[in-house]
DNA sequence: ACGTTTTACTTAATCGTTTCAGAAAGAGTA
DNA sequence: TACTCTTTCTGAAACGATTAAGTAAAACGT
C-alpha cells in the first residue's frame, strides 16, 4: 500500500544476487527464502522479503529457474488449424477444456502455440516453446508443427492420430463409428447417398474428392470416417465410386452449406448426407431449407461429433457422439505420467456410439 | 527417416556445447548455425545439423534462450475462474479468441494459467510462468492470482476491470449497458423487476444480495452492471431497494434457473427478469417454461452479452451487445504494443449496445 | 602490390537461478 | 567435558544458451 517510487526509473530489474548482498548474505539463502522457507530463520526471511520489496526485486526469474530446474511448468498445446479457429469450433473448445481439467489438476499451464498462417516461422514458436511436453492434436502427420514438435523429443501424446514410434495417443475408432453411420442409412432404405468432408489434408482445394485423393488424405480422422462408410457401403453390395464425396476447404457451416448445395443439385440426387462434423451438418441444413427439402422426409442428414448444438436442431440431429472433453482429460493425463517418468500405456480407444435422432428417416417413396 | 538408435539410451541430452566441440568448432558458431545463418558457411552449417542429429541435440533449449535474450515468446492469460469453466462459457472463449487472434499474429504463445481450485499453489504457477506479459481477464481486483501477476511487473493489460495505477484497460460501459436494459423494460411499463445476477465476488454464497453486498462486489462488471440497473430504476422514481437480486454461486444456466425459480415464486412476482449473462438468462427461460410462464407475454427476459446462441433462443433473447472476440483482439494488441516498447493508450471502451428481441414485451394487464 | 572489404569464425562475458556439500555455532545428551 | 544433532547459513559449480567485439584469411579494387 502506497508504493514510494513512481515506477518511472525503469531501471534494470533487480536480481537475487543484488538482493543477497544488500543483505550481506549468499544468493543461496535469499533463494532459500522463496523456495524452502525452511531453511532460513523465520525473522531473516522476512527481512529479505523486504529488502526485495524495497529493491524492485519480483521473485526468482522463471526462464532462469526453468533452466536449473530443468521443467517449464507448462505443456504445450499444437492445434492444426490456426489457434483463433480453434476456439471457433465447439469440438476443439471441449478438448481443450478437458486438457485444462487435467493441466490444472497438476499445477501446470497450457501453452497454446500458434499454428496455421504463416507457416514459414512456425517451427520456430515450436522451438521457442518452454514447456515440458506436447499434446498434437489432430496435425496431418506430415505437418512441420508437428514435425518439429515431435523433434525436441519431449513427452508427447497424440490425439486422433495413429502412433508413431511408440508414442501414446488418445483417439476413437472412427472408422467403425462412420461404418454405423452410413449403415444405419442404409438399413433406413437409402440408395443415393453424399458426403461432406471436411479437409483431407493440408490447403484443401474444395470440391468432389476422387477415390486417390480419399485414399491420400493426410488426416486420419477424414480418412478413417470415409473408409468407414465405404466399407458399409460395400457391405451392401454396393459401389463406393457412386457415392460422391464433396471436399469443403474449412470446418465451418457455412462449407458445409455449399458442399450441401452442390451435391443436393447432382443427379440422382441423394435422399442422405453423411456430415463429417457436426458443423458441416449445420450447412447442410441451411441448404435444404433453402432449396425447400424438409429434413428428414426430403433429404437424411447424419452428422459426427454430437456437439451440444445437436441435440437442439430442428429436427434434433442423428450423429455419432464422442467424448471431446474426456478425450482431453485423457490425453493431458498419459502426458502428466509420462512427465512423471511413468512410461504409459501406448494407445487409447475413446468409445463412440451412433446416436439416432430426428434428422433421419426411410427415404420418401417419390 | 529410418532413425538408428532405438531411443533406449535415455542418456543426457547433448547439448550446444557438446556438439560444439565435436566439430572442434566454437559453440558460437553452433549458436549461428540456428540463428543466423548468414554467419557460416552453408557447407559448415550443414554439418552442425548433422552432427546435432546425430548426437541426439534436438536444438537450442527455450528455456536458456529465453534467459538469455530476455524474452519468452508469450503471453499469460489469467481468467477468474478454473481454467476449464472458461472454456465451457460461450463469453470467455469468445475473448480467448479474440486474443489468440492478436497473439497469433506476433507469432506469440498464449500461456492459460490454471486459475481457481487450489488457491494454495496458485502464486506460484504465476512465479513460474515464463511470459512476457499477462492479459488479466476479469479478476476480482484483490484475487491473489491478479496480484501475484502485477508484481511480477511485466506489461499488463486488465480486462473489465477498473484501471490500476495506468495499467491499460480494455472493456464496456457496463453501467451505460446496464442502464439501457432496464430502462427498456421500465418503458415498456414493467413495475416489478428481479435480477438474476452471477458472483459479485469469490465465493459467493448464493441467495438474495442486499444493497451492501451489491456496493461491496469485488467483480467489477457486476458492480457496474448493477449500478446501472439501479440508476434506471430509480431515473424512474422508483426504490431500488424494492428489486430483488439473487446471487449465483455460478455462471451457469443451471444456476440461473433456480434464481429465476425463487424470484418468481415471491411476491409481487417480476413481470420482468434482468439477467447479468445470457447463460443466466438461459436457464431464466428454463425456469419460466418449468413454471408455465411464457416468454414475453407473462415474463419480459432480458440477458447480457448477446452470445451466438442467443439470437437463436426461442423467443430470440433480448439483450446486451458487446463485442467479445475485438475485446480479446484489442487486448492483445494493446499487451503487444507494450512490449515493443510504445507506451501505449491507457483505458479503451468498447461500444455495447441494447438488442430488442423478442424476449421483452409490456406485462400483461392481469 | 597495397589498402580495403568481406567472409568465416572465435573469445569471453553474461543471462539469473538452484542445489549439493559443507561449516560454524548453539543445543541436547551421557 | 566430549559427543552428536540441529539449525542456519555459505561457496561454488552447474543449467544451456546468445552476442558484441575481435581476428585471420580470402577476395576485391586499382
Redesign the pocket.
Known sequence: MGVKSDGREAR??A???EVASEL?????????A??RP????AE?RERVFETARRMG?T???P???S????RAGAVGVLYTDRLSYAFADPVSVMFLEGIATATEGAGLGMLLIPGGALRERDPEAIGNAVVDGFVIYCMAENDPLATAALDRQLPTVLVDQPEIGGIPSVGIDDEGAARAAAAHLIELGHRHLGVVSFELALNAPGGIADRRRQSEATYRPSRSRLKGYASAVEDADRSWDEVPVYECTENAPSQGRIAAEYLLSREPRPTALLCLSDQLAVGAYEAAREMGLSVPEDLSVVGFDDIPAAARMDPPLTTVYQPHVEKGVRAGELLISQLRGEESSVSELLPARLVVRGSTAPPSKS
Open positions: 534494470r530489474r536480481t537475487l544476487k550481506s548474505v549468499s544468493p543461496a539463502t535469499v533463494s532459500n522463496y523456495n525452511d531453511q532460513l530463520s531473516l526485486y521473485g526468482p526469474d526462464a532462469a529457474r533452466l536449473r530446474r530443468r
